[in-house]
């Protein structure tokens, strides 16, 4: 069967119950989004744990302590095929696999969305319809009516891709309700005032005028949070890449300045420095949730680390 990416995030109820999920598309942040929010929605029910999972290839499935059960995450994870799933359905485990749209990807794709235990789930970048579900979950869990010039305002000027689009609804609605009107809102909406994308666009420069513009310009945890979004959707572009041809084609259009320095940052990455930004991501998204008033701190560490990863 095939689920919705935008319900998976909304739901508050999570009934699927499925063995396996299979994640693809071409809209980085939402596929993310999309497989934290079934981690995180299996972890509420009962214990799980999370493993990274490489390859299907003579794959055995490990007992986990205290009856828990593992949520295996495979990023275009290798022995994806028929026979292998198959083999995988003697245990109780979860398995998410994560994989870009390609012509091999297709089959395997066809098979899972025929299994009954098993989904499938499209990541594409939001438009209008996706965009207003978003938008009205989020007015009526803080209880918020806006003026119609500004709902509309936000629905055709918010970014279409899912990590962005929230990220600037979250700084919208933490703005006291007094202070939203549509001045502001187009402050926060434009692209003048963003500094974020620039930031990680400035990673080659010295570290002393990164400090000074990351000073200048974050200073609360929601920007903290905008940037960790910025920097984890170009990286991940950038890991789920395997050339340089598929890379060029995944750019965004509206990124035309910035492609010489994003094709310069994808070929300075081999397997190994994958693995480190991985990691950095990982520990920057659970700092994050743990304690958002140091967010602004280690927010400047996170962007130095990039750049170090990337010229080692």
Known sequence: MKLDPINIILSKEFNYNKRFYFISGNEVSLIEKVCDSIIEKYQKK?????????????FKNEDTLFGSRNIYIGRNCKGLNEENISGLRQGKDIFIFIQENSQKSKAVKDFFNKKEDSCVVDCYELNRTSKIKILNEFLETKNIKLPEQIYWYLIDRLDNRYAFFENILKKILDIDPS???LENIKKLVSPEESINENL?????????EIIKIYKDKIVSSAEVNELYYSCKYFCQLMIDCENIEDYNKKIPRYLFKEKNFLVDFYKKYNPKKKRRILNLLSNMEKILRKDANLSVAYGLRFILNIKKITIS
């Open 46 to 58: 009962e214990t799980h744990i999370k493993s990274k999972l490489d390859t299907l290839d003579n």
């Open 179 to 181: 202070s939203i009107t």
């Open 200 to 208: 990680f666009f400035q990673i080659f420069k010295k570290n002393s």
